[in-house]
């Protein structure tokens, strides 16, 4: 169901909206379906410009790798965007699950 959302975004002729956007990239967090959630965030920003702190929440709970959190903080980091609670309690909870103690201490620490 998600990819035939996404295909409809995709072939419309009305442009998608950022809260189009973000609902499919929810749907696919939501399926555990993190590569696909990041091309749509990618799509997002390509049309927008930096995507929400909000946006960023949903991948962030859908990240299950440590060093997946820590290239999606680095690139919001690059675009600007702020941890939100949502998005940090997430971050921390993946680092601290694959052992990054450490790392997610720093971060509490900033």
């Known amino acids: 169901a998600a990819g035939e959302v996404h295909d409809l975004l995709r072939t419309s002729r009305r442009t998608p909206s950022e809260d189009n956007y973000a609902r499919l990239m929810q749907l696919y967090a939501n399926l ?20 929400s702190g909000e946006m960023y929440e949903h991948l962030m709970s859908v990240t299950s790798s440590w060093s997946a959190a820590l290239r999606l ?19 921390v909870a993946v680092l601290a699950k694959g052992g990054q103690i450490r790392t997610a201490w720093a971060l509490v620490e900033e």
């Open 73 to 91: 903080h680095r690139r919001m980091r690059q675009q600007g965007v702020a941890l939100n609670s949502g998005a940090f309690n997430h971050f």
């Open 32 to 51: 555990r379906r993190y590569k696909e959630a990041v091309a749509v965030l990618d799509e997002a920003e390509e049309s927008f410009g930096p995507a």
